[in-house]
């Protein structure tokens, strides 16, 4: 039994040897020709694997009602539309004026802004405004817009006549009345006649005061105005406002005229001017400075 077992191993060592050396044969006489055999191609594509996520449900009793959050309250916004109020309360409609400077005044809502154009008017903080306007002579449509803060507006408009004032025509001057010449009386004529002499020109007695504008604004640099008049011979006539005054003494012939300068004069205010004598005789008038 030996004998055969020993002789199964040495004829497998002896079949084990032969197949190497026939593997061995094949590797030296069977290389690969690289330059004459096509390359391999790969698929070099990479294919993606759909495969469903899951996801483990949440035992119940985990998450309690009182754990979620509340739901949040926005605020809704709210859009006004509603337009300012805005009045015009001076000048009224239709009214007429003399001068091209005139004041607007008038009301509207706190912290709204009005404007005439492009120029736009102070407001104060209870809603009132005042704007001073330069108008063309005639008859002017003015319209007042005001914007709230979310740019809603409203218009109010009057109807303002500035008339040009007629410059007064100089009044003549009052000439005094020639008194008759006295006729020379006869003289006997050896007596040479005696020339007649001329009595001297009497003053009239009567008086009368008067006051009168020449211009009522001005544009100039410093800004004046004349007045003129009548009055008693000698007495003195004061002109006197707020930024000019002067003193006057009447001529002879009853008549006076005075040029005032008013340097101080802010532009656009109209202020009142006053005329009088010695004997309490009263005038008044208007003036602005429109530069």
Same mark, same amino acid.
């Given at each position: 039994?030996?004998?055969?077992?020993?002789? *199964?191993?040495? %004829? #497998?060592? %002896?079949?084990?040897? +032969? &197949?190497? *050396?026939?593997?061995? +044969?094949s590797l030296e006489t069977d290389e690969p020709d690289f330059a004459t055999e096509e390359p391999v191609k790969v698929d070099t594509t990479i294919k993606e694997i759909e495969r469903p996520i899951e996801f483990e449900p949440i035992p119940k009793g985990m998450l309690a009602e009182d754990d979620l959050p509340e739901p949040v309250e926005r605020p809704v916004k709210t859009v006004d539309d509603t337009p300012p109020m805005v009045e015009i309360l001076h000048p009224e409609d239709g009214q007429v004026f003399t001068t091209h400077e005139i004041v607007f005044e008038g009301i509207t809502e706190p912290e709204a802004r009005v404007f005439f154009g492009d120029n736009e008017a102070e407001v104060g903080e209870d809603g009132s405004w005042r704007i001073v306007l330069h108008l063309d002579w005639g008859e002017n449509l003015v319209t007042a817009e005001a914007f709230d803060e979310h740019e809603n507006s409203a218009t109010d408009s009057v109807t303002v006549i500035a008339k040009e004032p007629e410059k007064p025509k100089p009044q003549p001057k009052e000439q005094p009345k020639e008194q008759p010449k006295e006729q020379p009386k006869e003289q006997p004529k050896e007596q040479p006649k005696e020339e007649p002499k =001329? !009595? /001297?020109? =009497? =003053? /009239? &007695? !009567?008086?009368?005061? #008067?006051?009168?504008?020449?211009? +009522? !604004?001005? #544009?100039?640099n410093p800004p004046y105005d004349v007045f003129w008049g009548t009055g008693k011979p000698g007495s003195r006539i004061v002109v006197e406002a707020e930024y000019g005054r002067k003193v006057i003494e009447v001529n002879d012939h009853g008549e006076w005229e005075a040029k005032v300068i008013f340097e101080e004069a802010p532009v656009g205010e109209v202020f009142v001017i006053h005329v009088a004598d010695e004997f309490g005789n009263l005038a008044e008038f208007k003036f602005v400075r429109t530069g």
């Open positions: 039994m030996r004998k055969w077992l020993a002789l *199964l191993i040495g %004829i #497998s060592a %002896i079949a084990v040897a +032969g &197949t190497a *050396l026939a593997v061995a +044969g =001329e !009595e /001297p020109k =009497e =003053e /009239p &007695t !009567e008086w009368k005061f #008067s006051a009168h504008q020449l211009y +009522g !604004e001005c #544009s100039e």
